[in-house]
């Protein structure tokens, strides 16, 4: 069995999974969070026992654990992650040390796109591009077959220029992350109506039921979403993609709209099957899992 751990800025997802990745405990906890990640390195070890605990288990053969930002998963360092605040942090390392155990570290969306590659809807595609749309955007890629890292600067769709006047997180105007995303949905609703919106969910409810506003900020976050595909299928071809994320969980109201934004725009471009993901808030997890797996088949 593997101890597979999703962490995010504010919540740690982690189950006990055995090789057909099936939990045998699982648990969530508040994110500790260092500059250094000692402290996050010290709760993943208490989480990996409170799990074989919980399942009556011994230690397990390894653990997966992957976070956002910007990780190079071959030196297990994480140049940079906004959400834990962390600067070139030798994660795999401090924790492999600190679990005695082989670790596999990596990046939450990467290791998302595997499990939906290999287990969810990307299933049978050699070249594919998950996406999920949720408080930022990024992409996990594979190509002929491989996963596409360049020591983790790969898939950053989310600061593709797709043309707007807005300003991003990251300094540079035009981001498809500041028009697109979950969070962008629902700042420019609140923006433009003095009322606070819940969540890009509720924003594409208030659309359904005809709200005016509501329906200009969605149809601006799928222009966006289009523009940002197009250049994916331009640079890379992939023949599918696997759209995920808070935003489409409504998938019966967006994911249509794209699929005409880009048979109305691409000209020599391939038009990708587009495929809404089916691991939910699970698929980061059960990532960490394979990855773990993948590092002990290589032992």
């Known amino acids: ?38 402290a996050l390195a010290a709760q993943v070890v208490d989480i990996v026992a409170a799990l074989a605990e919980q399942a009556g288990t011994g230690a397990p053969a390894a653990a997966g654990v992957v976070v956002p930002g910007i990780v190079d998963e071959q030196t297990r360092i994480c140049h940079f992650s906004a959400n834990l605040d962390w600067r070139d942090v030798p ?22 796109g595997i499990a939906e590659f290999r287990v969810g809807a990307g299933q049978g595609a050699t070249n594919a591009a ?89 149809q601006d976050a799928l ?10 299928l331009t640079l890379l071809g992939p023949e599918v993609i696997v759209l995920g994320g808070g935003l489409f969980t409504a998938a019966d109201y967006v994911l249509e709209p794209v699929r005409e934004w880009l048979a109305a725009h691409l000209t020599f471009q391939r038009m990708p099957e587009l495929r809404v993901a089916k691991l939910g808030d699970e698929a980061g997890r059960l990532g960490a899992g394979l990855l773990a797996l993948d590092r002990l088949a290589q032992l």
């Open 130 to 218: 998950f996406i999920p749309v949720g408080t930022g955007i990024a992409a996990a890629l594979l190509l002929d077959g491989r996963i596409h890292r360049a020591h983790g600067l790969a898939g950053e769709v989310g600061h593709i220029d797709v043309g707007h006047p807005g300003k991003c997180g990251c300094g540079a105007t035009g981001c498809l992350e500041a028009i697109s995303s979950a969070a962008a949905i629902a700042r420019r609703y609140t923006e433009r109506t003095g009322r606070p919106a819940d969540g890009a969910r509720e924003v594409v409810e208030l659309a359904r039921r005809g709200d005016e506003v509501a329906v200009a900020v969605v």
């Open 223 to 232: 222009d966006g979403l289009g523009h940002g595909i197009r250049t994916l």
């Open 91 to 112: 994660f795999g390392e401090l924790l492999e040390d600190r679990l005695g155990l082989p670790v596999a570290f990596g990046h939450d969306v990467t290791a998302g």
């Open 1 to 38: 069995m593997v101890a597979a751990l999703d962490v995010g800025g504010t919540t740690i997802k982690a189950a006990l999974l055995d090789e057909r990745l099936r939990p045998q405990a699982a648990l969530r906890a508040e994110t500790a969070r260092s500059a250094d990640g000692t």
